[in-house]
């Protein structure tokens, strides 16, 4: 191409009706344009061979006669759309309708205003993106680069692949890059990462040259593909100077925008990590209408939906309304742990479904299914496996009763509504020293030491913003020089005019670190009548312990019934220790272990450890 358009140079000059002023070389040049009187003008213009001609412009054109731009020979529009995050060319519709009467080919370029806001490139894309809405029949979209914001080499290189990306995923189309040569090696280094990662329409500024200089390698050898060789010619229905372009080749087909694609959309469904966690839903480009009707979470052996919330988000993994998308990613977020050892369904676009998921072609999505079963391996720690602390009778208490924990790291949490909470506690000899939080900040350390007990001691909390709130009361394992245990009650909460009476909180107990056991972590209590209950559907369950010296008895209850009692003592530590539960009808079961509080007279302590369960199919 390159040894044609040189000769192209020196050939005979083609005759038009407009003329071409003389510049400087290009630099940043789409801005103001000068006016025709400012620049002298020659009377003609050198076209190379295999070439057609165009123009670019923006609101500075002012009105436009395209009837006389259609004569004069213009092959090609390119309008300035938008620029930066939320400015419009006021322009670019009139524009956009006046090429279209005359039949000429059309597109758009986006002005980048890049700075180191997070998510700014990508903000940019989709404001052009939802502006120029360019479709079948436009050519490509292009960036125009012609500042740095701020942002280093590197930066500004990420910057606009972030913004190719997004146009890409949006349009279906990679957008070509407007630069100068000295702009592309000032700004950039003279990269050529964006012709590596497959953006090769480069569209070069360089004026008043024979053949214009193309950065990047010269463009990692794809060269240019428009050119922009003044900014100030002289056409017909355009008052003052006008951006004009060459474009390498003799028709547009490979700048244009194909028609509507009929390849269906397709997903992917990927099975929740854990007990707590969402399913998460990966589609092949961006569709929309997706609804609790067309992705459908069941438990097939009983045909019952599974409770969840439906979200969805972007490329960039924004949150957006699921109906209008784009949506490239979906979660469906059960709304309780889901069962170990269950089967579970997940199932998009099940036929009869009204509307169904579509993408931006209206191309339904592929009927997708994936069947899986819940954790059958759960941690201590995971959302499935409920624990309580020891629950005390006492009359003088709310509801009769409250509940205490006292090793270190013990926690007790509950969601609430409002902008206030209290905590009614207990103080007394036995009670020791707790953290409190509400959603993640501490709000002080309390000391429930007293000479004497008292019950219903409230804690209050106030000036919260109005919402939902999460409060924690942690147990810190200490307590005042008089007390003689580190003791701490949960009574219960007093929120939005109400006192919920020992609530139903979730608590959790001491979580600790031990060799060889599962993840290395364990849960422990020595609390008499401190239980965990597990829930399962199988026909068995192993439960995952630790033996030792400081480990005492366990009563073991599967389904309310006593099954049988277990002492954990051994003289030496023995991680990894299963006690196996089985020859249950295959069905949906709850073992609860309650810590007994006793132990072998031999015995450091009477701990109860919860490592893991196994469940048995």
């Given at each position: 191409m390159k040894r044609a358009l040189a000769a192209a140079v020196?050939?005979?000059?083609?005759?038009?009706?407009?003329?071409?002023?003389?510049?400087?070389?290009?630099?940043?040049?789409?801005?103001?344009?000068?006016?025709?009187?400012?620049?002298?003008?020659?009377p003609l213009a050198v076209q190379p061979l295999g070439t057609l001609f165009g123009i670019d412009i923006s609101h500075w054109q002012d009105a436009i006669n395209w009837t006389q731009v259609g004569a004069a020979g213009v092959q090609f529009v390119i309008a300035k759309a938008t620029e930066g995050r939320a400015w419009d060319d006021p322009m670019y519709a009139t524009y956009r309708a006046g090429a279209a009467a005359e039949g000429i080919p059309f597109t758009a370029y986006h002005f980048a205003k890049p700075d180191l806001t997070a998510g700014d490139a990508v903000n940019e894309a989709d404001h052009f993106v939802d502006v120029a809405q360019l479709g079948p029949g436009d050519l490509i979209p292009a960036l125009d680069i012609e500042g740095t914001g701020g942002l280093t080499q590197e930066q500004l290189t990420q910057w606009i692949l972030d913004w190719l990306n997004e146009v890409t995923a949006r349009l279906g189309v990679r957008p070509m890059v407007y630069t100068s040569p000295n702009g592309w090696v000032n700004r950039t280094g003279d990269t050529t990462a964006i012709a590596d990662a497959?953006?090769?329409?480069?569209?070069?500024?360089?004026?008043?040259?024979?053949?214009?200089?193309?950065?990047?390698?010269?463009?990692?050898?794809?060269?240019?593909?428009?050119?922009?060789?003044?900014?100030?010619?002289?056409?017909?229905?355009?008052?003052?100077?006008?951006?004009?372009?060459?474009?390498?080749?003799?028709?547009?087909?490979?700048?244009?925008?194909a028609a509507p694609d009929s390849t269906l959309p397709t997903a992917t469904i990927t099975a929740p990590s854990d007990l707590g966690s969402p399913v998460s839903i990966s589609f092949s480009e961006p569709v929309h209408d997706l609804t609790v009707g067309n992705v459908v979470f069941t438990q097939p052996d009983t045909g019952t939906s599974v409770p969840r919330t439906l979200t969805c988000r972007s490329r960039r993994g924004v949150a957006v309304d699921c109906r209008a998308g784009p949506v490239s990613g979906a979660t469906l977020q059960p709304k309780a742990p889901l069962l170990a050892g269950q089967s579970y369904s997940v199932l998009l676009d099940p036929a009869g479904a009204v509307p169904q998921v579509v993408d931006g072609a209206g191309n339904p999505l592929a009927a997708t299914q994936l069947d899986f079963v819940g954790a059958t391996a759960v941690e201590q720690d995971s959302p499935g496996v409920v624990y309580g602390w020891r629950s005390m009778k006492n009359r003088r208490a709310y509801g009769g009763s409250y509940e205490t924990e006292h090793l270190a790291g013990a926690t007790y949490t509950m969601m609430f509504h409002g902008r206030s909470i209290t905590w009614y506690t207990a103080t007394g000899p036995l009670q020791g020293k707790a953290e409190v939080s509400i959603d993640g900040r501490s709000r002080g350390v309390f000391d429930q030491y007293a000479p004497r007990a008292d019950y219903k001691v409230a804690r209050t909390f106030a000036k919260l913003d109005a919402g939902w709130h999460t409060i924690e009361v942690r147990v810190l394992g200490t307590h005042a020089k008089a007390a003689s245990d580190t003791q701490v009650a949960v009574d219960a909460f007093g929120f939005a005019g109400n006192v919920v009476r020992t609530p139903s909180g979730a608590a959790t107990w001491r979580n600790t670190k031990v060799a060889g056991a599962s993840h290395r972590t364990v849960a422990i209590t020595d609390s008499p009548r401190a239980f965990v209950d597990f829930s399962f559907r199988g026909t068995g369950v192993e439960w995952m312990t630790v033996r030792g010296p400081s480990q005492g008895r366990a009563a073991i209850y599967v389904d309310g019934a006593l099954l049988r009692t277990v002492d954990n003592y051994a003289a030496s530590p023995t991680p990894d220790v299963s006690r196996v539960f089985t020859g249950l009808a295959d069905g949906v079961h709850t073992v609860r272990i309650v810590a007994l509080g006793r132990s072998r007279p031999k015995a450091k302590a009477a701990l109860v450890t919860i490592d893991a369960f196994l469940i048995t199919p």
């Open positions: 020196g050939a005979v000059a083609v005759l038009t009706s407009w003329s071409v002023a003389v510049p400087a070389r290009a630099d940043d040049v789409l801005r103001p344009p000068p006016t025709s009187s400012s620049t002298a003008a020659t497959g953006y090769t329409v480069l569209w070069i500024a360089h004026w008043n040259v024979g053949l214009p200089t193309v950065p990047a390698n010269d463009w990692e050898g794809n060269g240019w593909r428009f050119w922009q060789y003044t900014d100030c010619a002289s056409l017909p229905g355009i008052s003052g100077c006008v951006d004009a372009d060459w474009h390498a080749g003799t028709t547009l087909d490979d700048v244009t925008i």
